[in-house]
């Protein structure tokens, strides 16, 4: 199977804008990401918890295509 990389997006907790964070810095956890739309600050731990479960249905909708695919070859 070919290695995908999933797109996550992090959205603003507060407007749902998507958050560009400062490429420069590396966050970690406990830091604050500031929204540039309204000026929130996103918790990073709180952004990360939507952001892996987003991975996670894109993994899941991705695997479910591929065993589709699969099958499909199969009982040609
Ligand atoms: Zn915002």
Redesign the pocket.
């Known amino acids: 199977m070919e290695n995908k990389t999933f797109q996550i997006s992090l959205k603003?907790l507060?407007?749902d804008?998507e958050l560009k964070g400062n490429t420069e810095k590396e966050y970690a956890s406990g830091d604050m990401i500031k929204?540039q739309?309204?000026g929130?600050q996103n918790d990073y731990d709180a952004l990360m918890d939507v952001a892996i479960d987003e991975g996670k249905e894109s993994a899941i909708k991705y695997a479910k295509d591929e065993i589709a695919k699969m099958l499909k070859n199969t009982f040609k």
């Open positions: 603003c507060f407007c804008c929204c739309e309204c929130e």
